[in-house]
């Protein structure tokens, strides 16, 4: 069973727009959100984060928002540009309290296009 | 900073042969993660080592998998003998520390197909 859900295989943008990627959580023990970028025949990269004594955390033109009432959390990526074009992978983990299992437990990622 | 090194980056292999993919991870990093990446499962953890201890290997598929690392720069994810269904990418990351708030390092990965 999929403990985090990213329910769009993939999605198309026209540059300049708003990009809102979408993931959704069932173990409610997560305490720590973090999205991933990957280009291909690369590995994943770090993009931004949050933890969940949060609701929301910026960097740029990338916006984390958690909704723990819906376990629900999304990035923003305003404006959206070429470069964005990868594949977005929602992670989460339990062990930012310090306890909890290590690791991070991923998503099947969203495959995002910008159009120009 | 090289990053993180596995090799090979392509694997081609026939079905019930012995696969080694290597693993370097980011010198001083003090945890290291095996990941599987499949369209229908996505990011899979296999298996992670802290200070070269495997800490959790419930990830891992089968007896086939076995993963070392004997000492803080070289991991091994080994598969015997292997199958079609393990034709995957297959990903090695390592962490500066056990926080969880610290991000993973990812390689390449090694594109495995098993014929």
């Known amino acids: 069973d999929q403990q985090v859900k990213q329910n769009s295989p993939s999605l198309s943008v026209q540059e300049g727009r708003i990009s809102i990627l979408n993931c959704d959580y069932t173990?409610?023990?997560?305490?720590?959100f973090l999205w991933y970028k990957k280009y291909p025949a690369e590995g994943p990269t770090f993009l931004i984060s949050?933890?969940?004594?949060?609701d929301k955390n910026e960097d740029g033109r990338f916006t984390v928002f958690l909704n723990k009432s819906a376990k629900h959390l999304s990035l923003h990526i305003v404006p959206s540009q070429p470069g964005d074009s990868a594949v977005y992978f929602c992670?989460?983990?339990?062990?930012?309290?310090?306890?909890?299992?290590?690791?991070?437990?991923f998503g099947k990622g969203t495959h995002l296009i910008i159009q120009p | 900073d090289a990053g993180v090194i596995q090799s090979p980056r392509h694997e081609v292999t026939e079905m019930g042969q012995e696969v080694t993919l290597r693993c370097k991870p980011i010198?001083?990093?003090?945890?290291l993660f095996w990941y599987r990446q499949t369209m229908m499962r996505g990011l899979e953890l296999l298996i992670y080592?802290?200070?070269?201890?495997?800490?959790?290997d419930s990830g891992m598929p089968e007896d086939r998998f076995s993963a070392k690392m004997p000492n803080a720069s070289f991991s091994t994810l080994k598969i015997q003998p292997s199958e079609p269904r393990d034709s995957a990418v297959y990903f090695c990351?390592?962490?500066?520390?056990?926080?969880?708030?610290?991000?993973?390092?990812f390689g390449s990965g090694t594109q495995l197909s098993v014929l």
């Open positions: 990351a390592s962490r500066p520390g056990q926080g969880m708030t610290e991000k993973l390092f």
């Open positions: 173990n409610s023990m997560f305490d720590y």
């Open positions: 949050i933890s969940s004594i949060k």
């Open positions: 992670a989460a983990s339990e062990g930012y309290s310090g306890g909890g299992a290590d690791g991070l437990t």
């Open positions: 010198s001083g990093h003090n945890s």
């Open positions: 080592f802290n200070n070269n201890v495997p800490i959790d």
